[in-house]
Every structure is written in C-alpha cells, then in structure tokens.
C-alpha cells in the first residue's frame, strides 16, 4: 500500500513537472521516473493525471480551509466570500507554473475543460461552505458552477499579473463578485416563483383528485326508493 508520503512525493513532482512541461507532455511514467518509484506504487497511489490534479485541487482546499479567518463570521456573506477566495489565490501561489500549464491544458482541449470544471465545481462547494454561505440542492449546483467560471476568470487575470499586491486580481474579483450577487437575486427570485408554482400546482392536483373521488362517490351511490309508496296506492 502506497504511503501518504510517497502520494505527497508524487504529487509534488507532477506539479514540479508541470512548471516546465506542457500537460500533455506529463506522463504517469514520467513522474514515476522523476520521483523515483516504481510505477506500481505510482499505480496504487494515483490511477490518471485526472486523479492527481483532484489531489492539488483538494490539497489547496485543505489549506483554505485550515487558515479560515474565523473572525470574519459576523461580516457580510460576499466580504467572507472574497476572503475565502483570495485565500484560495494565496494557496495557488507556490504553484503558479503549474496552474498556468492546467489552464492553457484546458483551453486546448474542451474534453479535459469539462474534467477541470466538475474539480473546481467540488472544490468551490467547499469554499462557499467555508465562507458560510448555506445553499443546498439543485440551487448549490448552479451557485458553484457559477463561482467556478468566475474564479477562472480571476485565476486568469492572477496568472498574468507580478504585482505581489495583486490590486488587479482583487478587482476582479470584485467584479466577478458583484456580477454573482446580482445572479443571486435573479436566482432567488426565480426559486421563490419556482416554489409559489410547485405549491400551487400541488393544490390544484389535489383540488382535482378531491373532485374526481367526490364524482365517483356520486356516480357509486345507489337512489333508495324504500319509503316511496307504490304506484298507483
């Protein structure tokens, strides 16, 4: 069985790879090569280069979470939410190499993009857990896929910035946040008549099977001529 150690060796050499190689020119014996194990043990650690750029993503959700400001509770919903997201920009930043090889991979080829998204789909679940923001079902779906192509968005812009400030990934985010706001309200105003048309269309289905069982309950009902008179007594 493949040691937590020997995974951590591997993953930090594809990511080291990935700094100087393209993605597709990373190969499993590649890494098996570099960091030095047999490629049964890079077997019994990671199966594709899928499962180890889902390992970086959830190595950095890790951290994010681990350093989670918990004096930013009692601040609005989309201030904790930049905080978290900006954490997540600092967790990315020793491996700035690699990330740009992940998403010039990704443009290149839509398949691997589709790959990459339901990653960062998981992955921003857990950021929006981590800035407290409740949101489940269907609705928690759409929310994190939406801040998955915002982040994108603010990944590119880090990517091509060296200001250690990053005053233009900040005000990206910014943006991409007060776009997802707005979003937001048209999406809880869509659930909130989504919601008014379930519950009337379930009165109305009711109201109907109420009308069908009393219908039938008249139609089964037999007249009683018991008490009249004969004819003609």
Known sequence: MTTAKTKQKILQTFLDLLSDHPYEDVSLPLVAEKAKIKLSDMRGAYGSKLDLVAAFAESVDKTVLDERDEDMHDQPPRDRLFDVLMSRIDALDGHKDAVRALHRAARKDPALALDFNRLEVRSQKWMLIAAGIDVSGLKAGIVAQGLSVAFARVVGVWLDED??????????????????????????????????????????????RGRRRQSQDDGDHEPDYSSEEPAGA
């Not at 776009?179 to 809880?188: T, Y």
């Open 163 to 208: 200001d250690e400030g990053m005053p233009r990934t900040m005000a990206r985010l910014d943006k991409e946040l007060d776009s997802g706001s707005a979003f937001m309200k048209r999406l809880n105003g869509i659930e909130g008549f989504a919601k008014g048309m379930r519950s009337f269309l379930r009165k109305a289905s009711a109201g109907r």
